[in-house]
């Protein structure tokens, strides 16, 4: 399978793949293979209601709620699995899939789920799956290999949904498909001359769908955003700052208001970037913060935004008034631009992704690396009411 998003994806022009023929095999495991913990002390760390970690080598990639519930992707001692968690942090079920796909990306249907990645004969596929993990349908062969998937999102105003990943090794993959993955892509968006480029992230939007990535094209090279309607035509596209000696330069996650409003998070060599985009692409706010990443982004129904990562530093202070533990994973509440609340994740801890449920409760997921040779899945709960 490729390497995983967050470690290795920085070079645009190397993709490493080892796994064997797609595959379709789902089956149930056991579901008490966690540990539970909680928050401890401060007003902060009572924002934290619970936290668990699977048992098992592994790495958490994407999170997606389903009401109170949220179901994670990743994979667990080598193979790809899905988890479903209720709001106590009960394990409700477990998937362990066929180890020919790697799964990075999840999205939330109105019924089941949708999971991108990449198989085999290193290109895209996509899963289906019901709301109980198991397998409905297949897309593969997306895309001209090497090629992999890292975003997945509906489409408004339409039952299909579009993918974004790369593809022939460097060039940016935009693709649009239906549900019952019957025939060609319906488009193949135009690259917006990001080439060699690579798309990370994608999420529906009011006029169609937003995409975000990196591109060693642009000058320095730079994150970027873009937004393409149900036709695939771009409707708008913004630029991050010049990376220079790597910051910034990675877009790792973006969200979508309920009005357009689009934001991103992106991280580089030295620090990582907030910006919200307004519903034409023009900057609302933005924040920056040195030695320190962030990787995940989500926005409420009200407006807040949520973003989650991890300090590099002891002294670190990632949007924070007071400093952290070196690895420590954090998230934090921001409202116009300004952070009002910020809760420890635990350390160490490469904080993956999270996502608000319509409650305001936040689930969290990442890999804990207390020890280095065999990282776990960690999941946690938030209320920020």
Known sequence: MTYPRLLGLISLLVHFACSPDPGLESSETQSDTASASTGSGGDEGDLLEWAITLDGCGHAYGVAPRGDDSVIIGEVDGVPTAIRVDKAGAVIWTRAYAPDVSL???????????????????????????????????????????????GVAGISGTGDFAVTGY?????????????????????????????????????????????????????????????YDPSGQQLWEAEGPQAGDGAFSDCWDMSVAPSGAVAVVDSGYTGARIVLYDAGGG??????????????????????????????????????SHSVGEKAGWVVEIV???????????????????RVHASGAVTAVGDLESDSSCPQIWIGRYDFG
Not at 108 to 125: K, V
Not at 297 to 303: C, E, H, Y
């Open 104 to 150: 990075y990306a999840i999205h939330e249907q109105t019924e089941g789920f949708l999971l991108a990645g990449d198989a085999a004969d290193d290109t895209g596929a996509v899963i289906a799956i019901d709301d109980d993990g198991e397998v409905l349908t297949q897309i593969a062969g997306i895309g001209v290999a090497p090629a992999g998937l890292f």
């Open 283 to 320: 900057i609302t706010w933005e924040l920056a913060e040195g030695n320190t990443g962030a990787q995940a982004v989500d926005v409420a129904a009200d407006g807040r935004v949520f973003v989650g990562g991890w300090s590099a530093e002891a002294d670190a202070t990632p949007f924070r």
């Open 167 to 227: 593809t022939d090794n460097s060039d940016l993959l935009v693709q649009r498909f239906s549900v019952d993955g019957v025939g060609a892509p319906a488009w193949d968006a135009p690259s917006g001359g990001y080439a060699p480029a690579i798309g990370f992230a994608a999420r529906a939007h009011p006029s169609g769908v937003a995409v975000c990535g990196r591109s060693p094209a642009l000058e320095g090279g730079r994150s970027w955003t873009a937004v």
């Open 336 to 354: 116009d631009g300004q952070v009002l609340r910020q809760a420890p994740a635990a350390a160490p801890l490469s904080l993956r992704d999270l």
